[in-house]
């Protein structure tokens, strides 16, 4: 792990290195900075609209000043970066919204990344360049998240530094025709290889540190993790996401990927590039009978106001159960800091163990 590009950009960081996912509704200033205190790199999402008094960049602006102050960061100091990313779910909007909206906020604290996810790949060049030329000043850094080989690539094209490889087993949105990390890290890495400057991240159905371990030996450079967190005790998550990931078992039985869970929910919809990996609920049983989709939004809005588990999209209207398949392994609550150190040393124990069981005597 010496030549990881991740830890020389990030040098606050431990290998491996493990990235709380951006996630929206999920994830916040408290989360970020305990994953960051722990030697990971921790994330703020920014959520999808960037217009003018946008909701969404005014929480992003207020969690970004909460991991501010937990890390006793130096506002001051203009060259030194926060040691948080922001991720942005890009689907909805133009650059010129950013440049008027997001990048004032981010210029007042400085993040040391930003991730992009949600739109067609190839046309993230122009968010690339405004973003990096934004943050020159502190060496911004640009991730996108994808889920095809041909992503990888046209990201890579546009400018990134970190492609963030997800795989088929990652909970909430993702590529609608991804592979499993097994195959789509170590093609895309092969896919990139030449490419200098650019860094590779898995994401989807890594919840420990057999999970870590095995996305480093495919040749990813750190992960990220996003189900593994929603139970933990700085999330936002309501009682009853917590009682759904603690409760789940046999992960792939349990959760199901469709395109419809927007439409169930009345959210904006994705291309047809993205599906969504949730819980099982009853609204997605419902159209496959038959059910008009119109009565089944109808069904689920009266389910968040009584708090009706067999629907559980969402509750409390914003927070989805996008949960991958590896919620049958996350047992307890947990700090997210001590989440981070728990799983880095037991990816290092299982490294140690698969050297020695190697070795011949």
């Avoid at 203009?78 to 909805?92: Q, Y």
């Avoid at 909206?101 to 046309?123: K, Q």
């Avoid at 400018?159 to 499993?180: F, I, L, N, R, S």
């Avoid at 159960?321 to 989440?339: F, K, M, N, W, Y």
């Amino acid at each position: 792990m010496a030549d990881n590009l991740l830890h020389k950009w990030f040098p606050t960081t431990q290998l491996p290195l493990i990235i709380s996912a951006p996630m929206f509704t999920v994830a916040n200033g408290a989360m970020a900075a305990a994953v960051t205190q722990a030697g990971g790199l921790g994330m703020v999402p920014a959520g999808m609209d960037p217009s003018a008094n946008s909701p969404h960049l005014a929480a992003l602006d207020e969690q970004l000043s909460i991991a501010s102050r937990l890390l006793h960061h130096d506002a001051t100091d203009t060259d030194t970066p926060l040691p948080i990313g922001v991720g942005f779910l890009t689907l909805l909007a133009t650059a010129d919204a950013y440049r008027a909206n997001a990048l004032p906020i981010l210029r007042r604290h400085r993040p040391a990344f930003v991730w992009l996810f949600g739109s067609d790949p190839a046309a993230y060049g122009e968010l690339v360049t405004l973003f990096r030329d934004a943050g020159a000043a502190w060496g911004l850094r640009v991730f996108a998240q994808v889920g095809s080989v041909a992503a990888a690539r046209a990201v890579v094209r546009c400018g990134v530094d970190v492609v963030v490889a997800q795989g088929c087993d990652a909970g909430g949105h993702q590529w609608a025709d991804a592979a499993g990390v097994v195959t789509l890290v170590p093609e895309i890495v092969d896919a990139l290889r030449g490419k200098e400057g650019v860094a590779v991240v898995a994401g989807g159905g890594i919840v420990d540190g057999r999970g870590v371990a095995a996305a480093l030996a495919l040749g990813a450079q750190g992960v990220t993790m996003g189900t593994r967190f929603v139970a933990c005790d700085e999330a936002d998550s309501n009682k009853f996401v917590r009682k759904a990931i603690l409760n789940a078992s046999d992960g792939g039985a349990s959760t199901t990927r469709s395109c419809m869970n927007d439409a169930i929910m009345g959210y904006p919809t994705w291309s047809e590039l993205y599906a969504g990996r949730v819980i099982r609920h009853a609204g997605l049983q419902d159209l496959a009978n038959g059910v008009p989709l119109q009565e089944v939004h109808e069904s689920f809005k009266k389910a968040v106001a009584e708090d009706d588990e067999t629907r559980m999209v969402t509750f409390a209207q914003v927070v989805p159960i996008d949960r991958g398949t590896g919620v049958g392994l996350v047992h307890e609550s947990q700090p997210a800091g001590e989440i981070v150190r728990e799983v880095r040393a037991e990816a290092l124990a299982v490294i140690e163990k698969l050297s020695a069981q190697l070795t011949v005597p």
